[in-house]
């Protein structure tokens, strides 16, 4: 199966060939751990998810190696300890920040294996990689691409020819459009901080620039070469990050490595927006994943709205969508209860999946293969797109067992008033069934009852 990526940095659709197909290689920026991970932070996570087990499924689950780092040096971090230790917590500032990044940390990643993302091979902390960091720059200021002042160490823009071809901008637009920090040490506004000095109170490392901590694109730098060394396959990312994140990755790891291409093929994600509406505290339409989970959205649902849209394009969570997705689900679950998944998925799910990721069609694949009832076809198709797993299936249980007994009252009630011509008990039941989410399939082979859209095991009490 020949796989076809769309390459940002050539700006086309291109064949995907790995360098070495026996150690298919990926690098995909992970979250700052400072707080929770909303939304928008966990679309990449579910897009680059997909793509990690499409090349297992391709390459072999032993030759795919998948680093998702974590960030937890920053000064969001710092701040957020700092508001701790104002409200009365108690520790040294580090001993707060290391709190607060270990539980951010496990947040992360309960509510990433909610959502039935498979962790990955690598998840390196930014902290153990300091000495990588360090030597990095070393070798930028030997070679002219970096220069010290001031206690920090900026990376020369002006130094490297390349800059701005990934995002297709010129120096000139990106300062026009970018909030370039101005300060007095810097050679040039475009140039970005490398090494900063720290202050006693917050978490530093001695460097030959003095007591500081890095900026935050060389972490990604150090780190993936550290893993995947100086030139590999895939870099993917929130298309938030490629201005100036990635971009600056490219210009240090290039010119740190001037024989290497550094990241081969790069994919972006696009944003997303709740109601055709960009997500925003102030306009009271922003959460976390956890608040999703915390409020019965089931992590499976939430995965299937976001495969419902292809990557590349702004994705819209509505409230529509998670109705249809969830009765989708509680469908799909029901025919491949019970039997085991084909020994391959679907030709077309995956021919759709290689075909730039395309989820949206892959979706259609599976309704289609739902539709022939072919349940063993199904089960194996959507398990390549990380659905139907045991692990994500506890939710759709939920309140299903009732329904087979509540099937039979139902069937006692219409016999009953078959003979007496009173269905008020009928319709009482079978309102009280549809106000749970419950539809209600009534002939003469019986009586049925299938979980639906917005189906709620706590309305079936009353009856």
């Given at each position: ?45 579910v897009v680059f998810d997909v793509l990690y087990r499409l090349l297992r499924h391709v390459y072999g689950p032993g030759h795919v190696t998948y680093v ?227 409020k019965g959205v089931p992590g499976e649902v939430i995965r299937m709205v976001f495969l419902g849209t292809h990557y590349r394009k702004p994705m819209d ?34 021919a759709a999946l290689s075909d730039d990721l395309n989820t949206a069609g892959a979706i259609a694949e599976l309704h289609a293969l739902a539709g022939a ?91």
């Open positions: 199966m020949t796989i076809r990526l769309h390459n940002t940095l050539t700006r086309s659709k291109e064949e995907f060939r790995p360098i070495d197909p026996q150690n298919v290689r990926m690098y995909v920026c992970g979250p700052t751990v400072y707080d929770r991970a909303h939304l928008g932070n966990a679309r990449p996570v998702r780092n974590i960030t937890d040096v920053d000064d969001r971090i710092n701040e957020t300890a700092r508001k701790r230790r104002a409200a009365g917590a108690a520790g040294t500032l580090e001993e707060l920040i290391r709190e607060r990044t270990e539980e951010t940390i496990a947040w992360y990643h309960a509510d990433m294996a909610a959502l039935g993302t498979l962790p990955p091979g690598h998840e390196p902390r930014a902290t153990d990689h300091i000495a990588g960091m360090i030597a990095m720059i070393e070798g930028l200021i030997e070679r002219g691409h970096a220069y010290a002042a001031d206690g920090h160490v900026l990376f020369r823009v002006a130094s490297y020819a390349g800059y701005g071809r990934l995002s297709g901008r010129t120096v000139e637009d990106m300062i026009a459009g970018a909030r370039v920090e101005v300060a007095p040490y810097k050679e040039d506004p475009m140039d970005f901080v490398l090494w900063k000095p720290s202050d006693d109170d917050l978490p530093g490392w001695d460097s030959p620039w003095g007591r500081g901590r890095p900026g935050w694109h060389i972490e990604c730098s150090a780190m993936s070469e550290a893993l995947l060394g100086p030139e590999f396959d895939i870099h993917g990312g929130g298309i938030d990050l490629q201005f100036p994140h990635h971009e600056n990755e490219i210009a240090q790891s290039c010119c740190a490595h001037p024989q290497a291409q550094f990241a081969r093929t790069w994919l972006h994600n696009e944003m997303l927006m709740v109601e055709g509406r960009k997500m925003s505290k102030s306009l009271g339409n922003f959460f976390t994943v956890r608040d999703l989970l915390d969570w509505t409230e529509e969508k998670r109705r249809e997705a969830e009765a989708a689900l509680r469908r799909w679950r029901g025919l491949t209860a019970g039997i085991e998944p084909a020994a391959s998925p679907a030709p077309g799910v995956v009832g072919d349940g063993a076809g199904l089960l194996a198709s959507a398990r390549l797109m990380g659905l139907l797993t045991d692990e994500l299936g506890h939710w759709a249980e939920a309140g299903t067992g009732a329904l087979d007994a509540l099937a039979d009252r139902l069937a006692a009630a219409r016999a009953a008033a078959m003979d007496s011509k009173d269905f008020s008990e009928v319709d009482r039941m079978k309102a009280a069934l549809v106000a749970a989410g419950v539809e209600v399939r009534m002939s003469k082979a019986g009586v049925e009852l299938l979980p639906g859209a917005g189906f709620d095991p706590a309305k079936l009490e009353g009856l």
